[in-house]
């Protein structure tokens, strides 16, 4: 197949962008024909076999001359927030676009109402101006509000000219469909993680992190709805000696440390700062747990594929599409959503009990190797496209 696929940015610093890359190089690796197409941003060293074209901003003229010759059987869009460049795509190409995260139908984009303290349940309509105000769930600027609110029904009317949608997870469905989108022509493909597991064994759950006490981590954006702070405040009152380790980084980043030493728990938290992929990689392998204390609705979750990948147990509130893949007692334990108490609980009952977390951490491996694979991912990513090639 010849497969073109498109991304505001090229640059890997966003899942979306990781996740263009990793799907090209592997379906390269499948002898398809690649190309991959960004607005801006700089080209990786590692390419893969894949063909590189850029057009600023994606402009609809600069899209024009870029692709004048050029032929492609299936177009994968990723990260496009104008409509009009998705009914270019439309009107060109059997075209597929693949949902990230809630920047299609939210104007705030995480679904979060920070003065509740809850997920937004409501649709995108006027009303949303209004939670601007009320719930802080986005930009208060009039002009910047005004334009989210104006351009995000063009995109949403984009969408549904295109051969198909794929979501990330059941529960980024359900709000395409909130939004009017036919659920008909929405599918689900679940992320994997950093690479395929199948030949990642169990490990003995004796890593220590840098010292001698089991590793608790968190993995994610310092924002204030990922729910670090809760992480912080259940440390307190768990039992069981253990650190926290904090890698990322973001806006939150400093109320959180000084949380730390408010709750005078500094000496057992260590903020890593971000990391690369690969050192993110061997913070999972030596961590006792990761716990994803988000409080608003992840898209996904992808970071806690990514330490089901290394036999890791995960610990959540289960918010979103987490729950796609976090299976209370299975692989992991779910707290009562936004209940520190409930928090803590679940993260001491793993930490003063190995076999089980060993027992959890084995079945969220195996969930990864037959659920959330690259090669899953990229079978059934292959079966969609064959089934709009003209």
């Known amino acids: 197949m010849k497969i073109l696929i498109v991304n505001d940015k090229i640059n890997l610093a966003g899942g979306a962008e990781v996740y263009g890359w990793t799907v090209a190089k592997g379906l390269r690796q499948r002898s398809h024909l690649v190309t991959f197409l960004a607005g801006e941003g700089t080209r990786p060293d590692d390419i893969g076999g894949v063909e590189v074209l850029m057009a600023k901003d994606l402009r609809l003229d600069r899209l024009e001359e870029t692709l004048e010759g050029k032929s492609f059987e299936i177009a994968y869009l990723q990260n496009i927030s104008k409509g009009e460049v998705v009914d270019f795509f439309a009107k060109r190409y059997s075209t597929i676009r693949f949902i990230h995260d809630h920047a299609t139908y939210c104007p705030g984009t995480a679904k979060y109402w920070f003065a509740k303290k809850q997920p937004c349940d409501q649709p995108l ?5 209004k939670y601007a105000w009320c719930q802080k769930c986005m930009s208060r600027n009039p002009k910047e509000a005004w334009s989210k609110l104006a351009s995000l029904p063009k995109l949403l ?3 549904q000219k295109l051969n198909k949608l794929v979501a990330a997870s059941e529960y980024v469905k359900s709000q395409l469909v909130l ?12 992320l994997f993680g950093f690479e395929d597991p199948i030949g990642h064994s169990v490990p003995e759950l ?5 010292g001698d006490k089991p590793a608790v981590l968190f993995v994610g954006r310092i924002f204030l709805e990922k729910g670090l702070g809760h992480l912080l405040r259940a440390s307190r009152v768990i ?7 904090v890698v990322g980084d973001g806006w939150d980043l400093e ?3 000084k949380l730390a030493g408010w709750l005078d728990i500094s000496h057992q938290v260590k903020f890593l700062g971000w990391l690369e992929r690969e050192k993110v990689q061997e913070e999972i392998k030596k961590s006792y747990l990761l716990v994803v204390p988000s409080l608003w609705p992840e898209p996904f979750g992808l970071v806690g ?6 036999a890791k147990p995960v610990v959540s509130y289960g918010t979103g599409g987490i729950g796609g893949w976090l299976k209370d007692g299975q692989n992991g334990l779910v707290a009562q959503y936004g209940d520190i108490s409930s928090l803590a609980q679940a993260i001491d009952r793993l930490l003063s009990d190995p076999s089980l977390a060993s027992r959890l951490g084995s079945r969220g491996l195996e969930m990864a190797k037959t659920e959330f694979s690259l090669s899953r991912h990229l079978d059934q990513l292959e079966r969609l496209f064959l089934n709009y090639i003209e």
């Open 125 to 129: 309509s006027w009303r949303c101006c």
């Open 157 to 159: 009317k984009a969408c």
């Open 179 to 190: 939004n009017g989108l036919m659920e008909q022509k929405i599918d689900v493909n679940p």
């Open 206 to 210: 004796d890593q220590t992190g840098d």
């Open 239 to 245: 039992n069981t000696p253990h650190q926290i380790r």
């Open 255 to 257: 109320r959180c440390k």
């Open 305 to 310: 594929i990514e330490a089901m990948s290394y």
